[in-house]
């Protein structure tokens, strides 16, 4: 085995420098032809013109700009002052820096990254440098924001007496998932020109919750927050259940249904029945949604949807006890539970013990596949165990002093199983250990429970995710709606090989290949994307870039 961390590292910081415009990150690099045709016209222009830069302007562009990625052209030596003029218009159009190095151009685009020029005999390479990580803030988060308004052009709510019918939901599974069907529910309600019954929450489902809504989310401020979108009452007005001739019509509509589904198969039926239950209501929208529709899932999601009082109370609660422990905080959403390691078909090396008890909680699906466990995590399709969570987060860089929440239900294995977690983050905190006595009357309700969890996670400076399940998809939806958090999603696949040879490497060369893996799943508005993203996940149509600052050259 690798040596253990040191036991007083610090949390490892970014350099100094500011950061630059994320407008000029994401402008592609231009070609060689184009800069050296560029090159030219703009040398002979600043020539006629008399405008020609000085050593003292060519330092003042230097030191403005950091360098990064290179790509480079040969120059013989009378293209000298032409390159320089060149550098000055371009580093101020498009907040680049351009060197000239030893008679050659060197390009450096803004992606995050350090990138240097060599002489490599005629011939120039670049080499990369990885900037460390700053762990707790993205650089460029300050410059992104949630923007969610409603258009000039969005058509407003339909009044109760000219809408289409009574639309009603029952939602599915556990709170962040029936989270999920209400948001859709209500932009469904909205194409349909109905009016929305506050939706069914599911006292059925494996985690037998009789929660209500209400017992849930504040419904008269869903009700209110929602009122120029669409028209949402708590229930059918008793004259019209008097007045209709049979019980609302039921059915489920196929997943990640479109729009054109719900009204050319829905709504005739809606009309004809005045009222019309969808059952099983999750994930049966389409990501794909017109601008105006995003922003109606993101208004409801992350604004309409507050919890109730009783619940945001405590929540916060716990938030403050942490706060006076430390001005920042790690959560972890751990998802170790019996019944995800069941679904997810994993293996972790209990032997035939493991395998039965496991086993026998799967049988409770009917439609999971056979699978293989070692595929499975190969593949990265495998929860991290809690000793491999915190060795990932020692290895970023957080230290042992951290404060850590850990968001869970009954962890897999009790204690045997976090005792590792513990040891590498002695400052281990759930809700239970916070609440006290103050969580007695939440306990036999899993969704209110998970809701408190829900507040201590988004309130954390980091986030970290553990599964690519329904709270760790809401919440990293979230938080980079609210200004791209800090929100790590751990790359299961190739971390798994990391820790199947870490004996084989010393501690700090661990430490380096995680940082490397973990690029781009940090929370930055730059991560990398799964290729059949999710919109709750990647919320971009409500998520801005706000306008840069002027850049002079002087």
Not at 26 to 44: C, D, Q
Not at 189 to 218: C, G, M, Q, R, Y
Not at 293 to 318: D, E, M, P, W, Y
Not at 529 to 553: G, T, V
Request: proline share 6%.
């Amino acid at each position: 085995m690798g040596r253990k961390p040191d036991p007083v590292a610090k949390p490892h910081h970014s350099g100094g420098g500011g950061a630059s415009s994320p407008r000029a990150a994401r402008k592609a690099p231009p070609s060689p032809v184009f800069l050296g045709t560029a090159l030219f016209v703009l040398g002979f222009v600043s020539l006629f013109t008399g405008h020609v830069v000085t050593d003292a302007d060519w330092s003042r562009i230097r030191s403005r700009w950091r360098s990064k990625q290179v790509i480079y052209l040969g120059f013989p030596p009378f293209y000298s002052l032409i390159a320089r003029n060149f550098v000055s218009a371009w580093s101020l159009v498009c907040g680049n820096l351009i060197e000239v190095r030893e008679r050659r151009l060197c390009f450096w685009p803004l992606d995050g990254y350090t990138y240097t020029c060599h002489i490599a005999g005629n011939n120039l390479r670049k080499v990369r440098i990885y900037e460390p990580i700053d762990i707790w803030k993205s650089r460029y988060s300050s410059i992104y924001y949630g923007c969610s308004g409603r258009s000039t052009n969005f058509r407003s709510a339909v009044p109760e007496n000219n809408s289409t019918g009574y639309l009603l939901i029952a939602t599915s599974g556990g709170l962040n998932q029936q989270r999920i069907g209400i948001t859709d529910a209500v932009v469904v309600a909205w194409i349909l020109n109905a009016t929305l019954v506050v939706p069914e929450l599911d006292h059925h489902s494996f985690w037998k919750d009789e929660s209500d809504f209400s017992d849930i989310f504040d419904v008269d401020w869903f009700i209110s927050y929602l009122s120029k979108d669409v028209t949402v009452v708590k229930r059918i007005p008793y004259e019209v259940m008097l007045s209709m001739d049979k019980l609302p019509w039921t059915m489920r509509a196929p997943r990640k249904s479109m729009p054109e589904f719900y009204i050319d198969e829905v709504l005739p039926i809606l009309m004809r029945r005045r009222a019309l239950q969808l059952t099983k209501f999750d994930y049966r929208l389409t990501s794909e949604l017109d601008e105006d529709l995003q922003k109606l899932r993101c208004r409801v999601n992350f604004h309409a949807l507050r919890f109730a009082n009783s619940i945001h109370t405590l929540g916060q609660k716990l938030v403050h006890k942490l706060r006076l422990m430390s001005p920042r905080y790690v959560a972890v959403h751990l998802r170790f539970e019996p019944d995800m390691l069941a679904f997810s078909g994993c293996y972790y090396g209990g032997g035939e013990k493991e395998r039965k008890e496991l086993g026998e909680i799967r049988k409770r699906w009917d439609t999971l596949p056979e699978l293989s466990a070692e595929d499975e995590r190969s593949r990265g399709k495998c929860p991290l165990t809690p000793h491999e969570v915190g060795l990932m987060l020692r290895a970023l860089g957080f230290g042992n002093d951290t404060i850590l929440y850990v968001a869970s239900g009954e962890i897999y294995g009790g204690e045997e199983t976090l005792q590792p977690l513990r040891e590498l983050f002695p400052n281990y905190y759930t809700k239970e250990d916070l609440a006290g006595d103050d969580l007695k009357p939440f306990l036999p309700f899993s969704s209110r429970l998970a809701a408190i969890d829900f507040i201590v996670c988004d309130e954390s400076d980091v986030f970290v995710t553990n599964n690519n399940g329904n709270m760790a998809k809401v919440l990293a939806g979230r938080r980079r709606y609210m200004g791209h958090k800090r929100t790590i999603r751990p790359n299961a696949k190739k971390l798994n090989v990391l820790f199947q040879r870490r004996n084989q490497m010393g501690w700090d060369m661990f430490s380096l290949k995680v940082q490397k893996v973990q690029r781009g799943l940090m929370g930055a508005p730059d991560d990398i994307r799964p290729k059949q993203d999710d919109f709750h996940e990647f919320p971009s149509a409500c998520i801005c870039l706000r306008k840069p600052r002027n850049i002079s050259a002087t």
